[in-house]
């Protein structure tokens, strides 16, 4: 066995001798920036080796300078251990170096209640119930459903109670001074709780993203947004595309299991954050709603992937269905909390873009309307009197690194904005990080900017220093080279 040391948090591990790095890695759950599922495609898994330095393979000569290599500098992915070694991770190589983040919260909850009506699974009812006597010996649970029917007003034989439940029953009654609160959702008691709990009624609802998963944690008796958070999706060490995941799911030996394992940690993360925050308990959440596309969505689930890659391309099912957190391995949630997972349209059209032909209620609309959606997974939508058509695509990588020499995710250090005029370059960096790369919105503005002022042509090419248009200054003349043969636009100076 040898000692891997990962620094600068100095995380030990040992392995059998000739291990993988990037196996090695994982088993001490440290993420790899990469994109390529650690085939030596991408390059992006770099480490620094301070001990125990191996000699470069093929693949790192070709992905790596000879700067890089001479300083230690090789790929995870490459990388059999033979000795001791120390091995120094670059903060921005590491997937979930960026935390958890806040997203926008809607704050004009009134304006959609007008437009929506709040119809949710959960109901909680408030019941003082009749204490026994020796002249009074109904049974406990018949105590709470004649109270359920003095209240509602209506014959609720129809409900269903659970074994643990039930058990529960007898003590919590008597501490409670028989006055509790139910909890029920599609036709069963999920829940008893002591005293007046009514007011108290939380839901989460989930983005399962290939790249980011977003949690939004809703008020359901008021319908407001109380939190909004996301973070990265840990399944990215894996494949940062769908293909890849599915790849990885059929191939490698318990892949599919180690796929659904990430995902459900990432939404515990933000359930842990979320909570934290907002000072609600988790027995609070009763209900959970999930949207994803057609692969995630199987993969939080635990379902094979293998007829989705492979023609006629066919998902496992798409309707949508409730099921129980207890039903879902190590889901941090009370496990009768109730899931629901809305219904796919096809094996590469999901959920996502479902729940937004839903809000923007555009099926409805007799006017041309196009939806897209520019994720990993990019999905378009085009509605025209009631018909709808729907495709999808491979559009987030573009955003995200792939092909662009200098691109990277939405991190520390990397560029997310831009404003570029005649004279005068402007720029922002994640967490005013020194830049170390451009993210999605940063290339959008770059872009829009470029082609405003002339710096791009029509047809999408970076013009040369000498056919800049008139008016456009020395400072901005002198970013545009070509190196290597390739036109370039210089944003950030070397120094």
Request: glycine share 8%; net charge neutral.
């Amino acid at each position: 066995m040898i000692r891997v040391t990962f620094l600068p948090n100095n995380e030990n591990i040992e392995i059998a001798n000739g291990g993988s790095l990037w196996e090695t890695m994982l088993k001490a759950g440290i993420r790899p920036n990469s994109i390529c599922s650690g085939k030596g495609i991408c390059g992006r898994c770099k480490v620094l080796l301070k001990e125990g330095i191996t000699e470069p393979t093929v693949r790192e000569t070709e992905l790596l300078s000879p700067e890089e290599i001479k300083k230690g500098i090789r790929l995870a992915c490459q990388t059999r251990l033979y000795n001791n070694c120390t091995v120094e991770i670059f903060p921005e190589n590491r997937i979930g170096f960026q935390g958890i983040f806040p997203l926008n919260k809607v704050d004009n909850a009134k304006d959609f209640q007008s437009s929506f009506w709040l119809d949710t699974n959960i109901e909680k009812i408030f019941l003082t119930v009749d204490k026994p006597s020796l002249s009074d010996q109904r049974s406990d649970w018949g105590r709470v459903k004649e109270a359920l029917v003095r209240t509602k007003g209506k014959n609720l034989n129809y409900l269903q109670i659970s074994l643990p439940l039930l058990k529960k029953l007898p003590a919590l009654l008597r501490e409670a001074d028989f006055r509790v609160t139910v909890v029920i959702c599609n036709g069963e008691i999920t829940a008893l709780e002591k005293g007046d709990t009514a007011d108290r009624v939380f839901g989460m609802a989930f983005d399962l993203g290939t790249t980011t998963v977003a949690g939004y944690l809703i008020d359901l008796k008021t319908g407001e947004e109380v939190s909004a958070l996301a973070k990265a999706n840990s399944q990215i060490s894996y494949g940062d595309n769908i293909v890849s995941r599915i790849d990885f799911a059929q191939n490698k030996e318990n892949g599919l299991a180690i796929l659904q394992k990430e995902i459900i940690n990432t939404i515990n993360e933000l359930i842990d954050k979320t909570l934290q925050n907002t000072g609600i308990s988790r027995d609070d959440i009763y209900e959970i709603t999930i949207v994803a596309n057609t692969c995630i969505h199987h993969l939080f689930l635990g379902v094979i992937l293998i007829y989705l890659a492979s023609a006629p391309f066919l998902a496992a099912f798409r309707m949508g269905f409730n099921l129980k957190a207890k039903e879902i391995p190590a889901l941090y949630l009370s496990p009768e909390t109730n899931i629901y997972m809305l219904p796919t349209i096809s094996a590469f059209i999901g959920s996502d873009i479902l729940a937004g032909i839903l809000f923007t209620g555009m099926k409805n609309s007799e006017e041309v309307a196009l939806l897209i959606d520019l994720g990993t997974n990019g999905e378009i939508i085009l509605s025209k009197n009631g018909e709808l058509w729907a495709c999808s695509t491979a559009a987030g990588p573009a955003f995200e690194g792939i092909g662009i020499s200098c691109g990277m995710r939405a991190i520390e250090g990397a560029i997310d904005g831009v404003r570029l005029n005649k004279n005068i370059i402007n720029w922002h960096a994640i967490d005013n990080g020194n830049p170390k790369g451009i993210c999605g919105s940063g290339i959008i503005d770059l872009v829009s900017d470029m082609l405003r002022i002339g710096l791009i042509d029509k047809s999408g090419k970076l013009i040369t220093k000498k056919e800049c248009p008139f008016g456009i200054g020395e400072q901005i003349k002198n970013r545009l080279d070509i190196r290597s043969g390739e036109y370039i636009f210089l944003l950030v100076k070397e120094n």
